[in-house]
């Protein structure tokens, strides 16, 4: 099951940042948090905690976070320092990096898949390791 579905971040989880389903934005959003997005997104996410893409959102993207969920459709290249998950609505056209990689029936992934060491920070945020 995703881990999206029910409890979505976990009890230490901040979800600072959400795009809503009828918002779109162009442009660079960090948070030190989680961020989910349900609507238009193009530009670049670095978030130290999990990154959601709605089933209902679109984004042309570079992504970064511990965790990804892709239940809607991304254009671009992600990485994720913990999982990424395609969920059988997600699709993803471009490159990705993880630690783990978790992929549901009925998925669309086109592109490059490299796994990576877990736990790696995520560069660029303040006071974090580069």
Not at 90 to 117: P, S
């Amino acid at each position: 099951m995703a881990w999206g579905k029910k409890a979505s971040l976990s009890s230490d989880e901040r979800l600072d940042t959400v795009l809503g389903k009828e918002a779109g934005f162009e442009g660079t959003l960090e948070t030190a948090g989680g961020i989910r997005i349900d609507g238009q997104f193009k530009g670049t996410v670095r978030a130290s905690g999990d990154v959601i893409i709605g089933e209902n959102a679109r984004a042309v993207a570079k992504l970064s976070g511990r965790n990804v969920l892709i239940a809607g459709e991304v254009h671009g290249q992600v990485e994720a320092s913990g999982k990424l998950e395609l969920t059988m609505t997600g699709k993803l056209f471009g490159d990705l990096r993880a630690a783990k990689l978790y992929v549901e029936e009925g998925a669309v992934f086109h592109g490059e898949c490299k796994t990576i060491t877990e736990a790696a920070p995520v560069a660029g945020l303040t006071g974090e390791a580069e």
